[in-house]
């Protein structure tokens, strides 16, 4: 979606949004720190704790992963 928007070919490019150019690379970022956090927790230190306290926390690392990746790269 985000190349059709920029009616661009190349993969790393920016949706021209000012506040959140986000490209498929920051999507990507985020997508696969989130499924390795939650792979981490899960089987490591919060394999006793609720799903749902796993998952918020991995959320935010992803979260925090690619606005990382948006605003400072």
Partial sequence: MVLKATHSWEFCTD?????????WQDAGSGVVTHAIRTLVLSYGPMRAQAAGAVSNLALVT?????LVDIYLY
Avoid: T
């Fill in 62 to 66: 992803g979260a925090v992963a690619l």
């Fill in 15 to 23: 949706l021209p949004f000012r506040p959140f150019p986000i490209s």
